[in-house]
């Protein structure tokens, strides 16, 4: 019995080359989207044995989509996939429920191997992965009335920030200098007590900032 894999990815491309890939085996590609909405759309309609998610996408980005499918149709395994070794990606994967992380540089038998296991339900998060994310998971929560409150800007930057986004990206998508992104990453890292911006981005996530 085949599985039944729904492709989401923006890129016609790599959706091109994972359907290649799947091509004569087990996996049977059902359907792919290019968006997070269609993701979510198309994993009503066509109720995949498994859903491969990218993370970087239009309208709707894949972690975000992930947190919604997460709780709208948590039977459906998500392997997150993406070309950004990025912390703050994989640490919020996790703790929003993903099977796994893979990245695009991933082999032929590695993809096959991870959406076979992770198809029955089982966890590919490896123990590399596992330990990168262990301390901003374990990181107490601060306390819901901060010390000093984040400032309209803070609230801003740390959005950005737990979207993956570097100083320069979000001093970018904000219009503000490199140095002051810099400087509001240092205050909100201060406030809300953690010690960098990976255990910061899983603090937003736990609060529903993002």
């Not at 080359?17 to 066509?46: C, K, P, Y």
């Not at 993809?111 to 107490?140: H, K, Q």
Request: net charge neutral.
């Amino acid at each position: 019995m085949s599985i039944r894999l729904l492709i989401a990815d923006d890129h016609t491309v790599v959706r091109a080359g994972l359907r290649s890939i799947f091509s004569g085996s087990d996996v049977e590609v059902i359907a792919e989207a290019s968006n997070g909405t269609e993701t979510l759309r198309l994993a009503i309609e066509q109720r995949p044995d498994i859903i491969l998610l990218d993370v970087r996408m239009p309208e709707m980005d894949g972690i975000a989509c992930l947190g919604r499918l997460r709780t709208e149709h948590s039977d459906i395994p998500v392997l997150m996939f993406s070309a950004y070794e990025n912390p703050t990606y994989v640490a919020r994967a996790y703790a929003l429920g993903a099977a796994g992380f893979l990245q695009k540089t991933a082999s032929k038998a590695q993809l096959l191997m991870a959406v076979r296991r992770a198809s029955t339900g089982e966890s590919i998060w490896n123990r590399d992965e596992l330990r990168r994310v262990t301390g901003a998971l374990s990181t107490p929560r601060a306390a819901i009335d901060l010390e000093a409150p984040l400032t309209k800007r803070e609230s801003e930057v740390l959005k950005q920030l737990a979207l993956g986004l570097s100083n320069k990206e979000i001093a970018l998508a904000l219009s503000i200098s490199y140095e002051t992104v810099k400087e509001h990453v240092q205050h909100i890292l201060r406030k809300v007590g953690v010690s960098d911006r990976t255990q910061a981005a899983v603090w937003a996530v736990r609060k529903g900032l993002v």
